[in-house]
């Protein structure tokens, strides 16, 4: 039997080694919270005023690795039913980093339902991570959403990306982007673009956590979209619906049910001040008065110099009214862009199948007059601009400093060059690209092109030598684009236009 000494020895020694292993653990972290900063504040609380993810994830000196985890059960399910969204529990390993308790889904509209009732076998979808979907308030270096989007409908991997470019270059915010290699429990999924989500982490970012962020979004969609529906829209194209509760911006009286379409699609807190901040805006939109007071309207012309630019018709400017974000502060609108993959004409659809055979009118569609299949008096965020002649000139110098200091100098070119470099290798091993990678070449060359005939237009139009209306325009004076085809971009083709895709 031991001796009471020894035991107490015995005791003694035990906790100056617990004592020594939980100083080790101690000074460990320390010199872990020294040497690697970020990794000691991976996961942190909302609204902490770090943006650290802006230089993670969206580096895009290079491509990442996204790695997900899930059940094996949760795998089979969310491929044999991506069209429920359900978020699955899961394990993000990102770079090597490995976040817990995060949740995983399918997301989008036309990239989701017409592949996943498409007539050939893919199961390619846009993908979410929610990192406080299963704990709130934990994110990724400040990130609480990541979008993984497929590329659908864009051959050129980047349509998004030189949009997004193009924005900050004309001075106003848009979503961070980059590259990732997806694999979903050890099966390659292929090259995704990583997109920044316009939520709490955005609003951080680029608004130091003020004000809300709202999702315009016309409710016409039924919720649950079946396998004819789609059949239906393939062969038919979309249904314009008849209604509309805010999304066009008309001021229709002070009944906050008359505006669902915003404030039911607050992407950030907000409160009845802010709903009725949102109306009092609308109304006064509606008048053309004070409209300094309501609204921001430099980052307006900002934007809209852009967008009108690119030619994005699954947006505001089209007939189905989504797409875009605004955000309220102070009680003052702003706009956001969001989801560029069908610009430059891409969306022959709304555009008109004839574009497909004249993309020289496309190219030179008039600045002044940016709408298609949509009446002026229906759109008058975009008349903020089109009826005050001052605006509308700041509006033409915007897009002059655009094209001097961005298009016309090899910026925007040498930026596609280096991307195409950098993704061709990942393409090309790509398992279920939407395209080849001798076609992701020729989408690249085919862009490049649509630049340079979009860019001579608007300097033709900013320099009087072709009209700014397109109902005014002489062929004679338009940028030659006959020998762009528009579909070798990647293009949502229905209805009428179906065999030419």
Same mark, same amino acid.
């Given at each position: +039997?031991?001796? +009471?000494?020894?035991?107490?020895?015995?005791?003694?020694? @035990?906790?100056?080694?617990?004592?020594?292993?939980?100083?080790?653990?101690?000074?460990?972290?320390?010199?872990?919270?020294?040497?690697?900063?970020?990794?000691?504040?991976?996961?942190?609380? %909302?609204?902490?005023?770090?943006?650290?993810?802006?230089?993670?994830?969206?580096?895009?000196?290079?491509?990442?690795?996204?790695?997900?985890?899930?059940?094996?059960? @949760?795998?089979?399910?969310?491929?044999?039913?991506?069209?429920?969204?359900?978020?699955?529990?899961?394990?993000?390993?990102?770079?090597?980093?490995?976040?817990?308790?995060?949740?995983?889904?399918?997301?989008?509209?036309?990239?989701?339902?017409?592949?996943?009732?498409?007539?050939?076998?893919?199961?390619?979808?846009?993908?979410?991570?929610?990192?406080?979907?299963?704990?709130?308030?934990?994110?990724?270096?400040?990130?609480?959403?990541?979008?993984?989007?497929?590329?659908?409908?864009?051959?050129?991997?980047?349509?998004?990306?030189?949009?997004?470019?193009?924005?900050?270059?004309?001075?106003?915010?848009?979503?961070?982007?980059?590259?990732?290699?997806?694999?979903?429990?050890?099966?390659?999924?292929?090259?995704?673009?990583?997109?920044?989500?316009?939520?709490?982490?955005?609003?951080?970012?680029?608004?130091?956590?003020?004000?809300?962020?709202?999702?315009?979004?016309?409710?016409?969609?039924?919720?649950?979209?079946?396998?004819?529906?789609?059949?239906?829209?393939?062969?038919?194209?979309?249904?314009?619906?008849?209604?509309?509760?805010?999304?066009?911006?008309?001021?229709?009286?002070?009944?906050?049910?008359?505006?669902?379409?915003?404030?039911?699609?607050?992407?950030?807190?907000?409160?009845?001040?802010?709903?009725?901040?949102?109306?009092?805006?609308?109304?006064?939109?509606?008048?053309?008065?004070?409209?300094?007071?309501?609204?921001?309207?430099?980052?307006?012309?900002?934007?809209?110099?852009?967008?009108?630019?690119?030619?994005?018709?699954?947006?505001?400017?089209?007939?189905?009214?989504?797409?875009?974000?605004?955000?309220?502060?102070?009680?003052?609108?702003?706009?956001?862009?969001?989801?560029?993959?069908?610009?430059?004409?891409?969306?022959?659809?709304?555009?008109?199948?004839?574009?497909?055979?004249?993309?020289?009118?496309?190219?030179?569609?008039?600045?002044?007059?940016?709408?298609?299949?949509?009446? %002026?008096?229906?759109?008058?965020?975009?008349?903020?601009?089109?009826?005050?002649?001052?605006?509308?000139?700041?509006?033409?110098?915007?897009?002059?400093?655009?094209?001097?200091?961005?298009?016309?100098?090899?910026?925007?070119?040498?930026?596609?060059?280096?991307?195409?470099?950098?993704?061709?290798?990942?393409?090309?091993?790509?398992?279920?690209?939407?395209?080849?990678?001798?076609?992701?070449?020729?989408?690249?060359?085919?862009?490049?092109?649509?630049?340079?005939?979009?860019?001579?237009?608007?300097?033709?139009?900013?320099?009087?030598?072709?009209?700014?209306?397109?109902?005014?325009?002489?062929?004679?004076?338009?940028?030659?684009?006959?020998?762009?085809?528009?579909?070798?971009?990647?293009?949502?083709?229905?209805?009428?236009?179906?065999? %030419? @895709?």
């Amino acid at each position: +039997m031991m001796s +009471m000494s020894t035991v107490e020895r015995i005791s003694n020694r @035990d906790k100056r080694m617990r004592k020594c292993f939980g100083m080790t653990i101690f000074l460990s972290f320390c010199l872990l919270s020294i040497l690697c900063p970020a990794f000691a504040h991976a996961w942190q609380e %909302e609204g902490g005023g770090q943006v650290a993810y802006s230089e993670k994830i969206f580096d895009r000196s290079y491509v990442h690795r996204i790695d997900v985890l899930l059940n094996e059960e @949760d795998r089979t399910n969310l491929l044999d039913d991506p069209v429920s969204k359900t978020k699955y529990p899961a394990q993000v390993v990102i770079d090597g980093e490995t976040f817990s308790d995060v949740t995983f889904s399918t997301k989008g509209f036309s990239s989701l339902y017409f592949v996943a009732y498409g007539e050939e076998e893919s199961r390619r979808y846009s993908f979410k991570v929610d990192f406080g979907g299963l704990e709130e308030g934990r994110t990724y270096y400040g990130l609480d959403k990541l979008s993984l989007n497929s590329l659908f409908c864009d051959n050129t991997w980047m349509k998004d990306l030189i949009c997004y470019d193009l924005f900050r270059d004309a001075g106003t915010e848009a979503p961070l982007v980059s590259y990732a290699w997806l694999t979903v429990n050890g099966v390659d999924q292929g090259l995704y673009m990583a997109v920044e989500d316009i939520k709490k982490g955005y609003l951080n970012r680029v608004y130091q956590g003020e004000g809300v962020i709202y999702s315009v979004e016309n409710a016409g969609a039924p919720d649950n979209i079946t396998a004819e529906m789609v059949e239906y829209v393939r062969k038919n194209g979309f249904v314009t619906s008849g209604e509309c509760h805010g999304a066009d911006l008309v001021y229709t009286g002070d009944d906050p049910s008359s505006y669902t379409d915003i404030i039911d699609h607050a992407e950030t807190d907000a409160t009845q001040q802010d709903h009725t901040e949102v109306i009092a805006a609308i109304r006064e939109l509606s008048l053309g008065e004070n409209l300094n007071d309501y609204f921001d309207v430099e980052e307006i012309i900002r934007f809209f110099a852009v967008h009108n630019f690119v030619l994005n018709y699954d947006s505001y400017t089209g007939n189905q009214l989504n797409n875009l974000k605004l955000h309220q502060s102070n009680g003052k609108l702003s706009a956001i862009p969001w989801d560029y993959n069908l610009s430059f004409g891409t969306y022959p659809t709304i555009i008109g199948f004839d574009t497909l055979e004249d993309p020289t009118w496309l190219v030179n569609l008039g600045i002044d007059t940016p709408l298609i299949d949509a009446d %002026e008096e229906k759109r008058p965020l975009w008349q903020l601009i089109r009826n005050d002649l001052e605006r509308l000139d700041r509006y033409h110098e915007i897009l002059s400093m655009l094209i001097e200091e961005s298009l016309s100098e090899g910026k925007v070119e040498a930026k596609m060059d280096e991307t195409e470099q950098q993704l061709l290798p990942w393409v090309q091993r790509d398992p279920t690209a939407f395209c080849s990678a001798e076609e992701f070449e020729t989408a690249c060359e085919t862009l490049r092109e649509f630049l340079a005939c979009r860019t001579e237009s608007v300097r033709r139009q900013l320099a009087g030598e072709l009209s700014a209306d397109s109902g005014d325009q002489k062929r004679e004076d338009m940028v030659d684009a006959s020998g762009i085809r528009i579909l070798n971009m990647g293009a949502l083709v229905l209805g009428e236009g179906k065999s %030419e @895709d």
